[in-house]
């Protein structure tokens, strides 16, 4: 049987990651523990890696395929074939941001500012193309984690990855600039991509993990209304497209349903309501397949 060989990432990221397969249709099971993830399609195997390695995995060909952050796969340089964005991460929908960042009372301003100092960060290779790029010379050295503390004591500055910005303020550093956005990435290696099967079995994959990407934050209504109070109801319903309407048994009577933003409900439900609307239903959805 073919197979096709999955790197999912280990830790921050992991939770959610299983939670998106799940609603993509994909029971993920084993012990947080497990290296080896069982996954209930035997056409998938799974391994979890870091996000920091998964792209060279990926490249070398000992992984079919990857989901980590682009800017590992930019620190990694590697040549690997993406296959859609991914843009969710262990605490919202926005991208990360690999920040430069000093404490409040620095003299440091800009990126110019670091010529001749120290600076901690993860993402080593990423930096030092940074500093190049801007024409600086500083010593980067690699910082195995707890990096929000160890200016002013050891270094001069950060390079971080940060969502919020929260536990960097909560360290009383502020940020100088971004270096990077970076969404998660769903990518194959070039083998992998050219081979029929693979590429085919990828792509379906890709679909449905979109599909529950799209979905997310966003619920089904369904409701009745008579047609004298129909088209009021329609200018109150926010759709993806044009709400479907079909004529009920009892002449006069529509069904109506659209897809909106979970955050709007409750808003717009007093509203189709007073507009005329009856049996109101609010449904969770799983799969959005624009």
Not at 8 to 18: C, F, I, R
Not at 124 to 133: A, D, P, T
Not at 168 to 179: E, M, Y
Not at 201 to 230: F, G, M, P, S, T
Request: with cysteine; charged share 30%.
């Amino acid at each position: 049987m073919k197979k096709l060989i999955i790197g999912l990432p280990k830790g921050s990221l992991q939770e959610s990651t299983y939670a998106l397969f799940k609603k993509a249709g994909f029971a993920i099971s084993g012990s947080s523990r497990s290296y080896f993830p069982s996954i209930d399609d035997e056409e998938i195997e799974l391994r979890l890696l870091r996000s920091q390695e998964m792209s060279r995995y990926v490249e070398q060909g000992m992984l079919d395929a990857g989901i980590s952050g682009l800017d590992w796969i930019a620190a990694n340089d590697s040549d690997v074939q993406i296959i859609c964005d991914m843009v969710y991460s262990k605490v919202s929908k926005r991208p990360v941001r690999w920040v430069l960042a000093v404490p409040e009372n620095s003299d440091i301003q800009s990126v110019k500012d670091l010529e001749g100092k120290r600076i901690a960060t993860e993402g080593v290779s990423l930096v030092e193309r940074w500093l190049e790029k801007n024409g600086v010379k500083a010593e980067v050295e690699f910082s195995w984690g707890a990096t929000e503390v160890k200016v002013p004591e050891f270094v001069d500055a950060i390079v971080d990855i940060t969502e919020t910005g929260s536990s960097l303020k909560a360290h009383n550093l502020r940020i100088v600039d971004t270096l990077m956005e970076s969404y998660t990435q769903f990518f194959a290696s070039k083998e992998a991509w050219a081979d029929d099967w693979k590429r085919a079995k990828l792509e379906r994959i890709a679909l449905l993990l979109k599909a529950a990407l799209n979905a997310a934050d966003k619920v089904l209504l369904k409701l009745n209304v008579e047609n004298e109070n129909l088209e009021a109801v329609k200018k109150l319903l926010p759709a993806l497209h044009a709400p479907t309407v079909s004529g009920l048994s009892e002449n006069g009577w529509y069904a109506v349903e659209t897809v909106v933003d979970e955050a709007v409900v409750r808003e717009i439900i007093p509203e189709l309501k007073a507009a005329g609307a009856e049996g109101i239903i609010e449904i969770g959805l799983n799969k959005v397949v624009a």
